[in-house]
């Protein structure tokens, strides 16, 4: 806890993100926090990433703002940092990125959510695709299979996109939830039609530039390579990934896609968690309407909003977030959850796709974002829904499933082997039969000798006379 003070009292600025403050000035416990450390941690500690960062915000500004760990596993890494570690972001470019550009064209009422996406993308028809609207999209269920190969079969961008809109779909829409890629990049692609302008410099005209979010882009510049977490070791490209997008099809795509693509610092997230808080806005630039902010984090199917997930207990957001909580996850190890009831968000940032020690990763990262999210809240002590007492223990104490024992095998004997022990048992069969059978001679000629002693003795006494016996009648009762 003191060290979390010392932090915010010394620091009136994580970088370009939120000012620090105390945890207890915005009504939350420092010595809760601490727990957060400790889950992370041993997170690292099980093999499940090298590093990670983490930023914890509420009323405005950061309660801890920390990195863990290594950019890498090599001990001679450079240590994490919240304000200026970069990292591939993964999925969160869904939410951080393309649904905030569709919010954007909502409000200045360019699309239509109920608006068929043919109507914008006229390449995309034919058959029931005609039929898919731009909120069945957001909710992914526009009936799209969950992505394909595009890397495969695309030597460039402009085959990709081709590959996209020559997609069939695997359900009659609106009719069944499948979380589709597909669907995310064909948004990005109407954002790119409708607004006239490739979705990574709309995005950072109206919104990271606005906000300050200075290392939140697509495709990193060279010059901030060293400070970029590295993914993958050994990926199809055939190359270590440190710097490119770590998913093939938005590789395929040019870097740039609706699903994936985008890299950020915690610290950068921080600013735009707090602006969703705001309702669109933060000092005094609005990027979207309070109202559509409303609109697209409330749940439209399901567990689903309009582009983002909520808090469900699932998928790393904990048990403990309140019911208008709102968020998403990222295939490399990211998360960020928002609470409007609480005015809090959490963000962690790691790279557990780079050569994960622990043998499931996947199973850790989960137990992490969720413990994440667990310890903050429990750290809110003043406020709605007040949690009075922490859990015994963290689902990372216990660590279940994270590095399973190799399971028990039973050898088999060989051939040889297995005859050896069958001519022995068989050996030993014909010996204890033998010594039955000896046993057996044994007793005959024991009894045959005792009958020839019998015949040895006096010729019995002559017999006696019959008695004549009279019979008489007895009682019924005997």
Known sequence: MLRIILTALTITRAGDGLPLKAPTD?????????????VVTRGIRAGGYPGASVVVGRKGAAVLSKGFGKLSWNPASTAVDPQRTIYDVASLTKVVGTTTAIMILFDEKKIDLDANIVSYLPTFGGGSRDQVTIRQLLTHTSGLPAGRDIWRIARNPLEARAAIFATGLDNRPGTRYVYSDLGADLLGLLVEVVAGEPLDKFLQNRVFGPLGMTDTYYRPADSVRDRVAPTEVTPPRGYPLRGEVHDENA??????????????TASDLSVFAQMMLNGGEYNGVQIVSKPTVELFTSRAVGHRA??????????GAGRYLGPGAYGHTGFTGTSMWIDPEREMF??????RVHAARALRPSKVIADVRADLSDAAVLSVIEGPSVIASNPRAFRSDR???????????VKRRSGSSRHRTIATASKRSKASASKRARA???????????????SKKKPAAKAKAPVKRTTSKKPASS
């Not at 915005?26 to 400790?38: F, K, P």
């Not at 997930?309 to 699932?314: H, L, M, P, S, V």
Request: aromatic fraction near 6%.
């Open 346 to 351: 959490v963000i962690l940032l790691t790279n």
């Open 251 to 264: 590789y395929a795509m040019g870097g740039v896609a609706g699903h994936a693509g985008l890299f950020s």
């Open 440 to 454: 057996k001679a044994s007793a005959a000629k024991g009894k045959a000798s005792s009958k020839a002693k019998s």
């Open 26 to 38: 915005v009504g939350m416990s420092g010595n809760r926090l601490d727990a957060i450390e400790r």
């Open 306 to 315: 309009l582009g983002w997930d909520t808090a469900e207990g699932i998928l």
């Open 399 to 409: 660590e279940v499933g994270w590095n399973p024992p190799p399971a028990r095998t």
